[in-house]
Structures are given as C-alpha cells and as structure tokens.
C-alpha cells in the first residue's frame, strides 16, 4: 500500500523543512499510517507539498536515522513498524502528564505582549536616546571579554557607576562588592525572599501591593502577611505587630505602589527601631523614587541604617524602558555572595553588552540628563491627567499625585470589574483594575493608569476614551437592580 500526501498541509511556523519534519513525525506517531506502508516517491512529496526535491530528500533521511521509516533500495521509503507505546491520541496524551507542583501557586499568564494605552510601568518609550544609546552598544559590541563568562556580581564598571549614583541621588551605603546585577527588579526580588526566609516561614508585604512580589514570595513558598500601606505615608507604622515570626518586610517606603504614600522621615526611622528589635529583614523596593515632584527624595532607608539589616532592590525599566531587563540588588557583604550564587543557579549571567553599555550611559552623564528630562516631561503629563480627570470625573478620587508615572482613580462605589475590563480592551487599553493590588480583602474600585507613555495629545485623547467607559460603567453600578 502506497499512501497518499496530497491533503497534507504545512503549518507555515518555523523553516520548510522543520515544518515538513513536524508534519511526517506527527502522521507517523499518531498512528495514521500504519507500519509497512509505502511513502510517495520524494518527486510526488515535493510536488503535493510545493517543496524542493532537497528538503524533502534531507528530512526522509533524517527520520531514516530516527528509525521512523526504513529506506528500500529502488522503491523508496516504508513506515517502520514501531511498538504499539508509541502511539497516542492528543487528548490520551494530555490525560496522561503527570500533575505540575506549580499549579499550587494559581500564577496568572502574561497577557498579550503589544503595550496598550495608558498601561502602568511604562517610560516615554519614544523620548529614550536610542541614536546614543546606539553608539554605547555599538563602542563596545566587538569586545571578546564581553563574550564570555561574567563577574558573578555583574559588570564591574557597571557597578562601579552604581555607586556613585546611588549614594549621591539615593544617600546608599554601598561600594561594588555590595551591588549584585540582576536581570530586572523582580529577579533582585526573588533573590531577597530566597535570602531572608526559608519555606514556610512568614514575610510581611503591603496591601494595597506589587502582585509579582506576591507571585515571588509564593513561588519561595512562604507565609505572606499584610500590612496596610492605603495612606498618604504608605505603611501603618502603628499596624506594626509587637510581636511578629516575620523573617522580613517587604516595603516601597519612596513611592508606595499603586497609592503612592511617601514615608516621611520620623516614620522610617521608627521603621528601623522595631526592625531591629524584631530581627526583621527590610527589603527596601525603591520602585520610582527617581520621579518625584514636590520635592527631593527622601533618603533611602538603607541609607538610614548604614547599610546594614536592608537590601535595597532597583531597576532601569521606569528610568530608561522595560525591554532593557537591567537591575540591580545592594546587600551586606556578608549576604551578597550568596545572592550571586542564586542568580547563577536560576539565570546564569546576566548579559555584559548591555551592562557595559549601561556603565558608559551612566558614567558619561546621559543618564541624568535624560532622568531630568524625563522628571519635566513626567510632571507635566501627570498634571494635565490630573486636572483632566477632576473636571470629567468630579465623584473620583486620585490617588498617587507626587510622585511616579501612574495614577490610581478609585470609584466611589462598586462597578462591574468584569464588564469594565472587556470594554477597556476592546479599545486596546492596558490599565489594570485596583482590586488586583489588594490582598487583604479589602474592598475598592478604581484603575490604575499610566500616563508616561504618551505625548500631552495622546494622553488627552486616551484619557476622554477612558472617561467615557467610566461614566458609563458609575451609571450602570447606579441604576436599580
């Protein structure tokens, strides 16, 4: 029995010949062609398939080798006879995958990787200097030492200007042997919690919070406590527990997110005081310090305590853009090596040209003329945002007005998330719904919006879209049911 290709169709992902490969090895372990029947000839394959006589030619002989089919001298190929285990239906496959332990953890998928409008946590893409960022990876992309293996610290004069930035615009006790490149703030915070805690042992986190911080610490398996973070000055310092099995605390003490409290000074040092009559940790996220508009940042809480019983988490992704995937941890000495060695286990060494790149971008000065450009351009969207939706939206409130490239608008009563959310991505906005920030059952309705990523046209625009799917949705929360 000869078998017929003719109905067979190419998936049209990745090169003709793995999808050609694909296509045979499918038909083959599914048991659609039964063993000892006769292949087509390679001509009549390539002519059903519109594929070359080579690439037909190299993928019978690659499933030759694999012992798919047999190749007969003079009539062509034959379907091996395989053991019966071999095939299996689709569903019969996916019943038989033994259970994943990750599914204890309820993550959520990454949704759609287009940035949409008025999305949170992105920079003013298009104001970035890519032509000198260009030049900096251009200058150093021929370099072999970059080609190898990295410092397990990171990039030494990368670190280095870390330093020098860090203590001067954020007060940080640190020198290089104390900074830990990582690949994004959210890896240096999933190093913390591997540091400060062993499974099951419990940590403190705000509410409202950071929802990837949470993933991390439950990927860490430990017990998350909350603690309230809703006013202007971020934490209650007076909701911290006198007595406490917390290992640590994981707090945004310059920029509170996503309300955007700022802890003023005489509350971080009471902060300080019971973390070390606690023996707590603090892990400190200085999540867009960098934006601050009424006034100089506060210095860190690092800083505050000479560098000792903090580890103060940063990233490049608010400063410069998301795509860079450059952060970085400080950490005691006697605790930084190990973090290092965490790194190497989970991710290996993060890339070196874009951190030589980076040392360069920030030793020659075109990072603090482009943070203080980006602060004017930052302050003037958040103001016009805010004077916007005052006037449309009287009957909300605003929160994170000082600081940041977000702002949160709470609704004054319950709406329908599910609804609202569909309409909004419909439009293709990207905001995201408060209630995913809260942990401790409270009970809130607003968004939170990004207003970096666009020119003042475009933000007035998107923002006239939003208020009218707001309105609607307060209205529709207001009729009876």
Not at 318 to 324: D, I, V
Not at 451 to 460: D, K, M, R, T
């Amino acid at each position: 029995m000869r078998l017929v290709t003719d109905g067979l169709q190419l998936s049209g992902k990745g090169s003709l010949r793995r999808q050609l490969y694909l296509l045979l090895q499918q038909q083959l372990l599914a048991g659609r062609w039964p063993g000892g029947a006769l292949l087509p000839s390679g001509r009549v394959l390539a002519a059903d398939l519109h594929l070359s006589r080579n690439t037909v030619n190299q993928v019978l002989q690659q499933l030759v080798a694999e012992g798919y089919v047999e190749g007969l001298p003079g009539r062509g190929y034959r379907v091996a006879v395989l053991p019966e285990h071999y095939f299996h239906s689709e569903a019969a496959s996916i019943s038989a995958q033994p259970e994943l332990a990750t599914q204890q953890y309820a993550l959520p998928d990454k949704t759609g990787a287009v940035t949409g409008l008025l999305q949170p946590g992105v920079s003013a893409l298009q104001q970035f200097p890519y032509a000198i960022w260009q030049r900096m990876l251009q200058r150093h992309c021929q370099r072999t030492a970059l080609s190898g293996f990295a410092d397990p610290l990171g990039y030494l004069p990368l670190r280095q200007a870390l330093v020098q930035y860090l203590r001067q615009a954020r007060q940080v006790s640190c020198d290089e042997q104390s900074i830990l490149i990582t690949a994004g703030a959210q890896q240096a915070l999933f190093i913390a919690a591997k540091l400060v805690a062993r499974a099951g042992q419990q940590v403190l986190m705000e509410t409202p919070g950071y929802p990837r911080l949470k993933q991390a610490l439950q990927l860490c398996e430990l017990q998350v406590q909350h603690l309230d973070a809703s006013s202007a000055n971020g934490p209650d310092i007076n909701a911290l527990p006198d007595n406490t099995q917390a290992k640590a605390l994981f707090l945004t003490p310059g920029h509170q997110y996503p309300l955007g409290g700022i802890m003023p000074l005489p509350n971080r040092l009471a902060l300080l005081d019971w973390a070390r009559q606690h023996g707590v940790w603090l892990v400190e996220d200085d999540y867009d310090s960098e934006y601050q508009y009424r006034h100089r940042p506060i210095a860190s809480l690092q800083g505050l305590a000479g560098g000792e019983g903090v580890l103060f988490v940063g990233s490049f992704s608010k400063t410069l853009f998301p795509g860079l995937r450059l952060g970085y941890l400080v950490a005691p000495k006697q605790v930084i090596r190990q973090a290092a060695a965490i790194v190497q286990a989970v991710h290996g060494d993060v890339p070196l040209l874009t951190q030589a790149a980076l040392a360069d971008f920030i030793s020659e000065g075109h990072f603090g003329r482009h943070l203080r450009k980006m602060r004017r351009h930052y302050q003037q969207n958040k103001q016009f945002a805010i004077q916007l939706l005052q006037e449309e939206l009287p009957q909300c409130r605003l929160h994170a007005l000082d600081a940041g490239l977000h702002l949160v608008l709470e609704f004054p009563h319950a709406v329908d998330e599910v609804a609202l959310q569909q309409q909004l991505a419909q439009q293709q906005f990207k905001v995201q719904l408060l209630s995913r920030y809260l942990f401790a059952n409270e009970i809130r309705y607003g968004l939170v919006l990004g207003i970096a990523n666009s020119s003042q046209p475009e933000l007035a625009a998107a923002l006239q879209q939003l208020i009218v799917l707001c309105r609607h949705a307060l209205a529709q929360a207001a009729l009876p049911a």
